[in-house]
């Protein structure tokens, strides 16, 4: 029985002996699993005993193995699993309800130890092009051994597998066909058995050595091994030149064509009633199964796949890593599948079926090749293009989504737009220049009404009403050769002369890679991101220089209104493209811009975003109001009861019940800009009841009233003013800022600012006279 120490009545010991084989000295380990296979201790054994701190009932429970200890061998996130793959040694530690004391490890287990490294490389490339692919997460998985899995069949599946074997090898197909999403071992090993010797290759993976298992009889000399180990003669199986001399395995006659044929005493043992009998000739010949798991997958689902490790690609597509097998055992049997963060998560682009792209007993530091047929993976140093046929247009610069866009061309908080707006788009680049052959797009914009955004009826010197123009600012994007940055031209695109278009005023979809260089780059956002640029600060009205006179205000922008924005795409003979005859999906973000790191989605563009031509898309539209009028303030000198004095500031005053008028202009055209009037004493506090705030319009807070149409003003009580003094001095600020945004921020250079000071006072009675008497 298990020895329990007298101070440690919950902690049980074993022997551990390893007396077959004397020389053995290498250190062991027991390791124990409980019920949910989860590793619970890990304990050394030493001097040929292992105490577990577990309780004699927690033992009986558990699950106990003995392995070699090998520092490689990480013991988080092991399992019972990869410890049986190794080949450590389960014992059978509770007999008759008693717990053993001593562990007897076979001699057979020990010829098995320790545990030999094995160096897994490879590569990830996509199968279009062979580039690799950079940041994948590769799983390395092992596979279950065959005999092993053989072992464990129910007897009826025995049964099946020894018949479909047969089927298979009297009837041999010939290609074996594609087994499943892109290239596997089988399918790089080839594919069938031929007649003519020149054209046999392997059908594994990995080179076997000069031994075979499988051979054809009528030409010894063009022997294939299907197996690395030794087999016995039993296990011959060949292809007979001669039909009358094959072995049948059936009472009918085989077709008249080459068949294989198994080795007499192996085909009696398959057909033998025995499950033990035919178990046993599938695990001696088990190397005779792989070429054909691909003809069963509607069974063969039974591989068992323990994941033992995760890696991630290089920059240059390539994985390592290192892996532990039984050294005295066949090396381990692996299968990969690959994930890839398309910037929502790691998603699953290659996952193909186990029994055709297990590298059965794949050789140590040989390299695997793994094919990505995805297309919405990129290679290295290449940006991701968007899959199918889509146009997401994404925002106006940085800060404004399509989505952030009202009907009335106002963002939602209610800010027009100005200066230069940079809409950026996204497009589908490959499928659209490359497959539909539409490599262009443009840009144009008209104008809806008049400055107030209503009003059809419109300044001469300005934009007309429903007169359509193109935007034809220079477009260019960067990119990376060597150390430099170099910048590609997009468009307007001549129409004559290298890179001519087909019409006016085209512009190139970028395309998915840069003239020379494997990689496009944003140096500058307002160059490398637009696509256009729709410069309303120059519109024909909008203002210009500065305002004519000192503290005049600024002349009125004249173009100011809402105008539509229409984006089109063009074909390569340079028609205008219909996308819903195209199958061109038109899609905005679901989020609000700037975009931060989570991941951003799309859904199909509404309706009004959508030039229409009865039900069919023929572009994108968009409606913003422009408005580049620049603000207005002016601080009017103080009033009310008191005596003012406009030369020198000071205002005297009888009583703190006195007042004191305080008002400002504040100033913008269609009242898109907000105001702050500030009152300070001294050098503070400011004084809340003689400060506003508010929108240009609106009234202001705290009592500041509208006087006309952008002045307001206010009657501070002077004890109000003073507080505690008999006598101070004041300080005004005015800020007039304007909201409208250019899609990165407000624009500040229309904002405008006034200050002023005054102070108040009671009158000196020495100052009534010259203080002399008469």
């Known amino acids: 029985m298990a020895r329990q120490p007298t101070d440690a009545p919950k902690r049980v010991s074993f022997q551990v002996s390893t007396a077959q084989r004397p020389e053995f000295k290498h250190p062991l380990a027991a390791y124990v699993f409980d019920a949910w296979g989860q590793l619970v201790d890990r304990t050394e054994v030493r001097e040929g005993k292992v105490e577990l701190p577990l309780s004699p009932d927690a033992v009986a429970r558990a699950r106990v193995f003995i392995a070699p200890v090998d520092a490689g061998i990480e013991t988080k996130g092991l399992t019972a699993a990869q410890l049986e793959r190794l080949g450590a040694y389960e014992p059978v530690l509770l007999t008759g309800g008693q717990l053993l004391d001593r562990i007897d490890v076979a001699g057979s287990i020990l010829d098995l130890w320790p545990f030999c490294f ?11 092009d062979n580039r690799a692919v950079c940041d994948a997460r590769v799983h390395i998985c092992e596979v279950d051994r065959i005999p092993l899995w053989i072992l ?35 399918l790089r090993q080839a594919s069938r058995f031929a007649a003519d010797p020149a054209s046999r290759v392997s059908l594994n993976p990995q080179p076997l050595p000069p031994r075979s298992a499988l051979r054809f009889a009528a030409d010894p000399a063009s022997r294939v091994s299907l197996n690395p180990q030794p087999l016995p003669p039993r296990a011959a199986v060949r292809f007979a030149a001669d039909p009358a001399s094959r072995v049948s395995l059936n009472p009918q006659p085989l077709p008249p064509r080459e068949a294989i044929a198994l080795a007499p005493e192996l085909h009696s043992r398959l057909r033998s009633r025995s499950s033990l009998v035919v178990r046993e000739a599938l695990v001696e010949n088990w190397k005779l199964l792989l070429p054909w798991f691909c003809h069963w997958p509607h069974w063969w689902w039974w591989f068992r796949c323990d994941e033992i490790r995760v890696i991630s690609t290089d920059p240059h597509g390539r994985f390592e890593t290192t892996i532990f097998y039984s050294c005295g055992g066949d090396h381990p049997d692996l299968y990969f599948w690959v994930e890839y963060d398309f910037g929502g998560g790691f998603e699953t682009v290659y996952h193909p079926t186990v029994a055709c792209h297990t590298y059965w007993n794949y050789v140590c530091g040989s390299e695997v090749t793994i094919r990505i047929t995805d297309p919405r993976v990129p290679g290295c ?65 008209r104008r809806l009404s008049g400055p107030d955004g209503a009003a059809t009826t419109v300044d001469a010197g300005s934009p007309a009403i429903n007169a359509w123009s193109v935007m034809t600012r220079d477009v260019y994007r960067h990119y990376k050769v060597g150390t430099g940055y170099p910048s590609d031209f997009m468009g307007p695109m001549p129409t004559s002369g290298p890179g001519a278009a087909p019409a006016p005023n085209l512009f190139r979809i970028r395309p998915l890679l840069p003239p020379a260089g494997v990689e496009w780059v944003v140096l500058n956002e307002t160059i490398d991101l637009a696509t256009g640029y729709f410069e309303t600060a120059s519109l024909a009205g909008a203002p210009v220089g500065g305002p004519p006179a000192p503290d005049a205000p600024w002349p009125d922008d004249l173009a100011a209104g809402r105008y539509e924005l ?10 205008l493209v219909n996308w819903t005859a195209k199958g061109i999906d038109l899609r905005i ?38 408005d580049n009028n620049r603000c207005f303030a002016e601080i009017l000198p103080v009033g009310g009861t008191v005596t003012p004095d406009p030369v020198c500031g000071f205002h005297n005053y009888n009583s703190p019940s006195d007042t004191a008028a305080l008002s400002f202009v504040a100033r913008h055209p269609n009242n898109f800009a907000g105001f702050g009037f500030v ?58 800022t304007a909201t409208a945004t250019n899609g990165y921020g407000t624009l500040s250079g229309y904002n405008a600012a006034d200050n002023a000071a005054f102070a108040l006072a009671t009158p000196c009675p020495d100052c009534e006279g010259d203080g002399n008497p008469a």
């Not at 094995?118 to 279009?128: E, M, N, T």
């Not at 707006?421 to 262009?440: G, H, M, Q, W």
């Not at 229409?566 to 028609?575: N, R, T």
């Not at 811009?593 to 023929?618: I, Q």
């Open 679 to 736: 009152t300070t004493r001294g050098a503070g506090p400011v004084i809340g009841a003689a400060s506003t705030s508010g929108a240009v319009g609106d009234a202001g807070n705290d009592g500041f009233a509208k006087t006309g149409a952008f002045t307001y003003a206010k009657d501070v009580v002077i004890g109000t003013l003073l507080g505690a003094c008999s006598n101070a001095a004041f300080s005004e600020r005015l800020d007039v």
């Open 118 to 128: 094995c160096w897994v490389r490879g590569k990830v490339v996509r199968a279009s």
């Open 152 to 186: 464990k069949l129910p007897d009826p599946d025995i049964f099946r597998l020894r018949d479909d074997l047969i089927e298979v090898l009297r009837n041999p197909p010939s290609p074996i066909p594609n087994p499943g999403p892109g290239p596997g071992p089988f």
């Open 381 to 445: 140093e290449e940006e991701p293009d968007l899959p199918g046929s889509q146009v997401v247009v994404l925002s106006i610069g940085r800060n404004v989504a399509v989505r952030e866009v009202s009907a009335d061309g106002l963002t939602n908080f209610g800010e027009p737009f100005g200066d230069t707006l940079e809409p950026r788009v996204d497009f589908s680049r490959t499928e659209l220049i490359n497959v539909k052959a539409i490599p262009y797009y443009r840009w144009s914009y």
């Open 566 to 575: 229409k984006l089109e795409l063009f074909d390569a003979a340079g028609a």
């Open 589 to 626: 973000t679901d989020q609000d811009a700037p975009f931060g790191t989570g991941t951003v989605t799309t859904s199909v563009a509404p309706a009004n975003n959508r030039v229409l031509a009865g039900a069919d898309t023929m572009g994108f539209r968009m409606v913003v109001r422009v």
